[in-house]
């Protein structure tokens, strides 16, 4: 007689029971299966290596969901289940589908009327998700026009807010309003295939070459990037809801189509081509096997695989840029170290661009792949003048060799306007390069660049003269590979041989000098489209930026930037930019910083995830539940985010709100960082013994970062007028920043702590409860909102300019 029986199934959005009845047991399981699979309904047979088969039909009706993940489980290890005794584990043979009723999706209450994605957030762009399963700028669906397009684009800046939550879940936990119960509503795999159609009706219209590409190049290039941005949203759907397998693999196939077509014409976008690329290297657990190593192949075809040997005929002339306190040593390293020899300058040698200091000029012990003698010009050269040998054709290499200054020499070189002229392989030597890698890749977006990672090292002599550089001695390395015709690839081996120990080296096959074999690690510093979002954070490319203009007076003055938080661009994404950067260099810096987990302070964990507003707050975003704010409102938010693919397991998206994006880049830098010690402290992801465990501690350790990145060239009111500023926004006591610059001593700096250090924070501790007793009451009020950024006050901001 049949009995009752439940079948368990592990899927990725938790376990699915599935009620049935056995129809035989044991050796007549199999027979018994094989009459009835052709029967309508369900049936399953389910097998052991010792003990009873089972033959199970399935009771009707199925949920959709259902029926992928019970497709999804044929071959793995399912649980029976029978009423009143321990569940019994069997192996999925074979599942037979016949004639079944298929139910929509229980509890998706998206099917039933239209819901408003943006509700409640005054003045945000409609965006409405309709039962048919598509985007809407209204409650009804109207017909294809500039309003369904604007939907679309709407739809990807929505879709791109979110980190974690896919469409299964349409809206994910409150931040900032914990007590409000979770909203169930999410997207079906049924109507998932409605908004593939959608999206590939876009792709139509904004099709390259097409009438609307040639009218508004733009616009088209736009509206096929959110199409884009939607296509790879499905495919991660997939990864929590198998019934959307099949949409994912018809996406990915739309996301390839568009790849192909994306070249060979004027209205093509290359970078979308490239970003597209870059979507599904990160869907790939979403893809099938074949389009997985499709995308593989694309990824190794966005980078050159090694230079172009065959155009560089003749000698290879390379320039050697140093700071004057490394010049003279590193010209004998050339020669003594590496046998280089001294000759005399050849006639038709440029003079030094700089003017102030000559080339001196050296001839390498190898030669090229064709036999021509390769030289090394090497100069005195300031962080104004070092790169200008890549605008002259003379050159196919230049090495940066310079201390940073706290990324301060990065800010002035970066302000030189340099055209590259032929081809370049630059490689930038000198303390965490990868921090304003970004920069270099916007001033040469066509150079093969090498950046440093760690500190880039050096010894010297009782003269002070440098003796030895690791700097010089990956160059050098990196010349004999090209003379060997080597690929990137067996450049960054030779590299890795040729560099010093690092902390980092416990990393399986960390080098110093990232270059374009790490197609990841790259992506993670490059910002393509200028919007002061990097690459691996951008899920929508927007074509449609606005050069937003710093000014510093007003940095604290909200103002409407008349255009969506993905569109800022111009210096006040640049400036977010080094925000980013700045902090990855101030966790490598402060041994306050020490304390983050899994040791992500030496990982570059900080990276730029663009602009928000009120109107498109950030999602996903971890805050610990220390206090409740808006997150929609403050001036900066970092997003950390636990993840096995990050190195040391933690990466964090620092983020500015868009109505801000004027304000000086000092100022982005201070507020991003004051919010990710906040934050990381909230969760737990910054420890430092008794130091970080009080509330005036965790304060004054803030205080010191902000000190020390302020330590730069500048005019000292406009350093002090911005230290005003951030304190202010901190709800912080307006202490003298003399008083904490003066705790970041010659010690700090010997043991590289620039940022501030435990010594340092209880020499600051010290001081304060000495000589301004009412600041240091403050700094330990039990008051969470202390040292803790303020939401900004929207009710009388200034409106865009004309």
Not at 15 to 31: C, E
Not at 597 to 619: I, K, N, W
Not at 721 to 738: D, F, H, T, V
């Amino acid at each position: 007689m049949p009995s009752d029986v439940i079948v368990r199934i592990r899927s990725p959005r938790g376990f699915v029971d599935l009620p049935g009845t056995v129809d035989a047991v044991g050796p007549a399981a199999s027979s018994a299966f094989e009459e009835r699979k052709s029967a309508p309904g369900i049936h399953l047979l389910a097998v052991a290596v010792s003990d009873s088969d089972y033959a199970i039909s399935l009771s009707a009706p199925v949920p959709g969901d259902s029926l992928a993940a019970l497709r999804e489980g044929e071959g793995k290890t399912v649980l029976i289940v029978f009423p009143g005794h321990s569940p019994v584990r069997r192996r999925l043979r074979a599942v037979a589908v016949s004639n079944v009723e298929v139910v929509p999706d229980p509890g998706v209450a998206s099917q039933a009327a239209p819901i408003d994605l943006n509700a409640g957030r005054e003045g945000a762009a409609p965006l409405w998700l309709l039962p048919a399963g598509v985007f809407s700028a209204s409650p009804t669906l109207g017909p294809d026009g500039p309003a369904a397009r604007d939907a679309l684009v709407t739809a990807a800046r929505w879709i791109s807010a979110r980190r974690t939550s896919t469409l299964t879940q349409l809206f994910p936990p409150s931040a900032f309003h914990p007590e409000e119960p979770v909203r169930k509503e999410r997207l079906s795999a049924r109507r998932g295939a409605a908004l593939l159609d959608q999206a590939r009706a876009a792709l139509e219209i904004a099709a390259v070459g097409g009438e609307e590409a040639r009218r508004d190049p733009t616009a088209a290039a736009t509206l096929r990037s959110a199409a884009t941005t939607i296509l790879s949203h499905l495919i991660a759907t997939s990864l929590d809801d198998r019934g959307f397998a099949p949409v994912a693999e018809r996406a990915a196939e739309e996301i390839l189509a568009l790849i192909e077509r994306e070249a060979g014409d004027e209205t093509a976008r290359p970078a979308l081509r490239a970003h597209a690329i870059h979507l599904l290297q990160l869907r790939a657990p979403g893809l099938t096997a074949a389009q997985q190593e499709r995308a593989r192949g694309l990824v190794r075809g966005l980078l050159r695989e090694a230079p172009p040997y065959d155009e560089l005929t003749g000698p290879w002339d390379l320039a050697m840029c140093g700071a004057s306190e490394f010049h003279e040593g590193e010209c004998n390293i050339l020669v003594s170290t590496h046998g280089f020899k001294e000759i005399a300058l050849p006639p038709e040698a440029p003079p030094s661009p700089n003017g102030w200091s000559p080339y001196r000029a050296f001839e390498a012990p190898f030669k090229t792949p064709a036999g021509e003698p390769i030289r090394v010009f090497a100069r005195a050269a300031t962080p104004r003048d070092e790169n200008l040998e890549m605008g002259m054709a003379f050159f196919i290499g230049v090495l940066i060799d310079r201390h940073a200054q706290l990324g301060a020499f990065d800010l002035r070189a970066a302000a030189v306007q340099v055209k590259q002229e032929g081809y370049k392989l630059m490689m930038n030597s000198q303390c965490a390069g990868l921090t304003t890698r970004f920069a270099v890749s916007q001033m040469f977006p066509d150079a093969d660049i090498y950046s440093s990672w760690d500190s880039t090292y050096f010894r010297t002599g009782s003269d002070g003269v440098v003796t030895a550089s690791e700097g010089v001695d990956c160059f050098v390395a990196a010349l004999r590979g090209m003379s060997k015709r080597a690929s990137h690839a067996e450049l960054d081996a030779r590299l890795r041989k040729a560099q010093w120990p690092h902390p980092q080296a416990q990393i399986a096959g960390f080098s110093q000098f990232v270059g374009p074999s790490h197609p990841l690690v790259v992506a993670r510093y490059s910002d393509v489209n200028r919007d002061g979002r990097a690459d691996y954070y951008d899920g929508f490319l927007d074509f449609q930026l606005a050069d937003i203009a710093e000014d510093i007076e007003a940095s604290m003055t909200p103002r409407d930037p008349g255009v969506s938080a993905s569109q800022i661009g111009g210096d006040g994404a640049a400036g977010l930019n080094w925000a980013a950067g700045s902090l990855n260099r101030v966790a490598q810096y402060s041994d306050i910083w020490a304390g983050l987990a899994g040791q992500s302070e030496l990982y570059y964990a900080f990276q730029s995830g663009g602009f928000f507003s009120h109107r498109e707050p950030p999602h996903d975003v971890p805050t610990g539940g220390a206090v409740q704010q808006d997150l929609g409102r403050l001036p900066a938010v970092t997003r950390f985010q636990q993840s096995n693919e990050a190195l040391g397991g933690l990466s964090v998206e620092v983020m500015f709100h868009s109505h801000l994006s004027h304000a000086a880049k000092e100022l982005k830098r201070l507020l991003c960082a004051a919010d990710a010690m906040r934050r990381a402290l909230d969760l737990g992801h910054l420890s430092g013994g008794d130091a970080l465990s009080t509330p005036r501690g965790q304060r004054c350790a803030m205080l010191l970062t902000m000190a020390g990145l302020l330590e730069f060239p500048a005019d000292q009111n406009r350093i002090d007028g911005l230290w005003s500023m951030a304190l202010k926004a901190l709800r912080l006591p307006q202490i003298s920043r003399s008083a904490v610059r003066a705790c970041i001593t010659d010690e700090d700096h010997e043991m590289s702590n620039y940022y501030g250090s435990r010594r340092g924070l209880a020499q600051l501790l010290a001081a304060l409860e000495r000589s301004d007793p009412g600041a240091f009451q403050q700094l330990g009020s039990e008051d969470p909102f202390v040292g803790r950024l303020s939401e900004i006050d929207l009710s009388a901001e200034g409106k865009p300019e004309d």
